[in-house]
């Protein structure tokens, strides 16, 4: 149960990390709930395990566009691995729920064993990530990059560091 809470909410870390650095749009945003759908554990063509997330989010302000969507997780000095999202826009003005897919890469370096070690004794306040995505308020633009690092795992549980 941990594990699927855990990858579940690293989906719901693209809304919640990017509400901290983007247009004020985005501050404007609340995310409510999130649930995780679907998992596909890696196959021999797709090597990422890939989970379908639905999140309701408020938004009371204007269009927002997120793409390009990227990361990395962390524990200490442990790199667990990377992750990517398809990208996905937030209708405005509406509480609406949105299906985000997530692909989380394993790093090489680190065996099965370990990582269900991780996952068992799993604290947010031990993790962090890195992130890397743009944002756009048209459908037709790409929009500036924004790069955020070292945000605690924490801020997915709604706990502060």
């Known amino acids: 149960m941990k594990r699927i809470l855990w990858t579940g909410l690293m989906a719901l870390a693209l809304l919640a990390a990017a509400s901290c650095a983007g247009p004020d749009n985005l501050r404007k945003m609340n995310v409510h709930s999130g649930r995780v759908t679907g998992i596909r554990l890696p196959s021999a063509g ?7 997330v639905q999140a309701e989010v408020d938004n009371p302000a204007g269009y927002v566009k997120l793409s390009d969507i990227s990361g ?3 524990s200490g000095k442990l790199t667990l691995g990377t992750f990517t999202a398809d990208d996905f826009s937030i209708e405005p003005r509406m509480s609406k729920e949105y299906a985000v897919k997530l692909y989380l890469t394993p790093d090489s370096g680190l065996s099965f064993f370990t990582l269900m070690g991780l996952l068992r004794d799993f604290d947010p306040d031990d993790y ?6 743009r944002l756009s308020g048209s459908p037709n633009a790409k929009g500036p990059r924004y790069k955020l690092k070292d945000l605690p795992a924490s801020l997915l549980l709604g706990h502060s560091r």
């Not at 797709?46 to 379908?52: G, N, V």
């Open 46 to 52: 797709q090597p990422a395990i890939t989970l379908s």
């Open 128 to 133: 962090v990530f890195d992130l890397d995505l």
């Open 72 to 74: 990395v997780l962390h």
